[in-house]
């Protein structure tokens, strides 16, 4: 991943504007502490109307919804659109340990057992 770089970030989501998508959503303030917060959702199927980034690092990118808003905050760094379409997202503590994820892709992310 590299650090974000906004214009590109925010060609990359007009790019995916009203287009069927699936979308990996994943937060978490570390496993191994005292006061552990996360919240994970993957491959909920989404389209949006708007889509943008904004902040000085870290970022934020909030995607318009028909009926609401999706919201990563805390980002710091991405991957531009590979060969499949997918926008990768991520943001990393100053350890380096990822804190948030956003990814968006037209097929579903690969799933595996998580309990």
Request: charged fraction near 25%; charge should be neutral.
């Amino acid at each position: 991943m590299i650090p974000i770089e906004t214009e590109r970030v925010q060609q990359a989501l007009d790019s995916l504007v009203n287009t069927d998508l699936y979308v990996h959503l994943e937060t978490t303030s570390g496993a191994y502490t005292k006061n552990a917060a996360s919240a994970f959702i993957r491959n909920a199927r989404v389209r949006f109307s708007h889509g943008r980034i904004k902040g000085d690092s870290p970022y934020r990118v909030g995607l318009k919804m028909p009926h609401g808003w999706i919201f990563a905050e805390g980002l710091t760094d991405w991957e531009p659109l590979d060969d499949e379409g997918r926008l990768l997202l991520a943001g990393h503590d100053s350890d380096g340990k990822l804190t948030v994820a956003l990814q968006l892709s037209p097929k579903p992310f690969s799933t595996h057992r998580m309990c």
